[in-house]
């Protein structure tokens, strides 16, 4: 049952990029907002206090993993304290970048996009259902441990399918703002 309703959500996102369209841009634009919220959100989330904030560090991570430069974040001093405006800032700063993307590919993006997100989702889910895999044969052990191994599993593969679909975005981020045709 847990590989199944994991299926069910990694084929959908599949369905997008075999039709192509309007859905799968919107569903790829999806991912690189939150592939760069979340990395602005680890970035900051290793110093307790907003005083503490390295927006040098952010602003070069985000251009490192995605080619993405949030104009706020050249200033030595953060733009804001809350972290969720600085996702915002961030998501914004993706978007344009998406958008730069797409008109930059052309006639190609399409096919690009469509490409990059099944190259992606296609890796991540085969190395997933491998960890799975692993997991199933490590399980049994937690009985020992007086845990009922079937809500371990649930519990353990719940996980791991969260860390894949932020792997996937991430990813899927990184190779399309980066993709150029030779």
């Known amino acids: ?10 084929y959908s996102l ?3 990029a075999l039709e192509g369209g309007e859905e799968l841009k919107g ?10 919220e979340r990395r602005v959100e680890t970035t900051l989330g290793e110093f307790e206090e ?10 070069q991570e985000l251009l490192m993993h995605y080619l993405v430069a949030v104009p706020e974040f050249d200033a030595k001093e953060p733009p804001s304290t809350d972290v969720a405006e600085l996702q915002r800032m961030g998501a914004t700063a993706a978007r344009t970048a ?34 799975l895999d692993q997991l ?13 191994p ?7 593969a719940y996980t791991m399918f969260v860390d894949l679909m932020h792997d996937i975005h991430n990813t899927f ?5 980066k993709v150029q045709l030779v």
Do not use: C
């Not at 569903?27 to 760069?36: I, P």
């Open 1 to 10: 049952d847990v590989m199944n309703q994991q299926r069910e959500v990694i």
């Open 14 to 16: 599949r369905s997008f």
């Open 27 to 36: 569903e790829a634009l999806k991912m690189v907002e939150k592939a760069v």
């Open 50 to 59: 907003p005083a503490e904030w390295d927006i040098g560090l952010l602003r």
């Open 98 to 131: 998406f958008d730069a993307k797409l008109r930059s590919l052309g006639d190609f993006a399409g096919q690009l996009l469509s490409l990059v997100t099944l190259n992606v989702i296609d890796q991540k889910w085969k190395d997933h259902l491998y960890d």
């Open 136 to 148: 199933r044969a490590a399980i049994g052990y937690r009985g020992w441990g007086q845990k009922d």
């Open 150 to 156: 079937l809500v371990e599993y649930k519990q353990e």
């Open 173 to 177: 981020a990184g190779n399309f703002l």
